[in-house]
C-alpha cells in the first residue's frame, strides 16, 4: 500500500471507533431491556425513534427535543395504544431529560479533543463512559431492583 492510504486509514480509524461505541452500548442495552418484558421492550423502540429524530444537531432539533419530553406519553399514541408503554416512556423521557444537556456538552468537548488532534483521548474517553461506566452501572441497578429505572 502506499503512504497516502496508509495515512488515510490511521486518519479513519479512531472515528470508526468513536461511532461504534455508542451503537456497542446501544446493543447492550437491548439485550438487557429484552429480559424484562415485551411492554418494556416496546417502550424501549418508540425512545429510540425519538432519540433519533432528537440527536440531529439543529435547533429544529432542541425544539423537537422539548416537544417530545413534555408530550412523548400523547406522542408514544402514534405508535402503540397502551398505557403501561405510555407510562414507560414518559418516565425514561423525565429521567434522561438532564441527560441531554450532559451529552451536549461532553460532545462538544469530544468534537474539540478531535479537532486539535487528540482522537486517542476522545475515544479513551468514550470508552470510559460507555463500556466502564454507563453499561455496568445499567446493569447493576436493573439487577439491584430498581428496573427500567435503573437503566
Not at 1 to 15: F, N, R
Not at 102 to 111: A, D, I, K, R, S
Amino acid at each position: 500500500m502506499s503512504w497516502g492510504i496508509l495515512q488515510l486509514i490511521q486518519k479513519a480509524i479512531p472515528p470508526i471507533i468513536q461511532q461504534s461505541i455508542p451503537s456497542i452500548s446501544t446493543t447492550f442495552l437491548t439485550a438487557l431491556i429484552s429480559t424484562s418484558s415485551v411492554t418494556a421492550f416496546a417502550a424501549f423502540g418508540i425512545t429510540e425513534k425519538f432519540e433519533m429524530c432528537i440527536r440531529v444537531r439543529l435547533w429544529s432539533a432542541r425544539i423537537l427535543l422539548v416537544l417530545v419530553i413534555g408530550f412523548s406519553k400523547r406522542l408514544s399514541c402514534l405508535f402503540v395504544n397502551s398505557k403501561v408503554v405510555l407510562c414507560i416512556v414518559g418516565t425514561y423521557f423525565l429521567i434522561v431529560s438532564v441527560g441531554y444537556i450532559l451529552n451536549t456538552v461532553t460532545n462538544c468537548y469530544l468534537g474539540a479533543l478531535n479537532g486539535i488532534g487528540k482522537p486517542s483521548k476522545s475515544i479513551f474517553l468514550m470508552i470510559f463512559y460507555y463500556i466502564v461506566v454507563q453499561m455496568p452501572l445499567d446493569y447493576l441497578l436493573y439487577h439491584l431492583g430498581f428496573g427500567l429505572n435503573g437503566i
